[in-house]
T-cell receptor, first 113, second 113 residues
Framework: GENVEQHPSTLSVQEGDSAVIKCTYS??????FPWYKQELGKRPQLIID?????GEKKDQRIAVTLNKTAKHFSLHITETQPEDSAVYFC????????????FGTGTLLAVQP | DVKVTQSSRYLVKRTGEKVFLECVQD?????MFWYRQDPGLGLRLIYF???????EKGDIPEGYSVSREKKERFSLILESASTNQTSMYLC????????????FGQGTRLTVV
């Protein structure tokens, strides 16, 4: 069935360093790939997304890259700050017209001051 | 701003009880979803609905049912609560066109004792 694998499950970086989270999806019909950030005790919120007709997208310190051939996509955070500490989820749209998202298992990012 | 509101932040129920989790959205979204969030397992889709009185099973529907009598409200029902249904439950909604941001509720932490 449809599956999204996410690595690593935990990531600790020093403030100012970069962080990279990687995801792999199985459904070749997936064409939408959002990333959500969930701070402790809060709801997940969209931070960036990419569609299959684009290979890379940037928004200030955050960027996402997509390799459709290899079926993987990555989140890059540069110049990390303590407020970047959260759980990050990748997701891929399920094929067809269901509007479903298949989520990865999450990455707990800790930015050490 | 889209608002997705879940009726309870915390719930404690006894084994065998029938449990109702309510979700209301105020942006006239057609699609609504119920997810379960467990550490290390990410967000798993229980049920979703793309129209009033319509429902589709997600990846883990066993032990759950749903009701969508009005467009703005999507209820998750645990027919006979069990301890393995102790979890965080998240509701989300999206507009009808595919590949757009999902807006989440604040979550309901359910404990079954």
């Amino acid at each position: 069935g449809e599956n999204v694998e996410q690595h690593p499950s935990t990531l600790s970086v020093q403030e100012g360093d970069s962080a990279v989270i990687k995801c792999t999806y199985s459904d070749s019909a997936s064409n939408y790939f959002p990333w959500y950030k969930q701070e402790l005790g809060k709801r997940p919120q969209l931070i960036i997304d990419i569609r299959s007709n684009v290979g890379e997208k940037k928004d200030q310190r955050i960027a996402v890259t997509l390799n459709k051939t290899a079926k993987h996509f990555s989140l890059h955070i540069t110049e990390t700050q303590p407020e970047d500490s959260a759980v990050y989820f990748c997701a891929a749209s399920a094929g067809g017209a269901t509007n479903k998202l298949i989520f990865g298992t999450g990455t707990l990012l800790a930015v050490q001051p | 701003d889209v608002k997705v509101t879940q009726s309870s932040r915390y719930l404690v129920k006894r084994t065998g009880e029938k449990v109702f989790l309510e979700c209301v959205q105020d942006m006239d979204h057609e699609n609504m979803f119920w997810y379960r969030q467990d550490p290390g397992l990410g967000l798993r889709l229980i049920y979703f609905s793309y129209d009033v009185k319509m429902k589709e099973k997600g990846d883990i529907p066993e032990g759950y049912s749903v009701s969508r009598e009005k467009k703005e409200r999507f209820s998750l029902i645990l027919e006979s609560a069990s301890t393995n249904q102790t979890s965080m439950y998240l509701c989300a909604s999206t507009p009808p066109r595919g590949n757009t941001e999902a807006f989440f509720g604040q979550g309901t932490r359910l404990t079954v004792v």
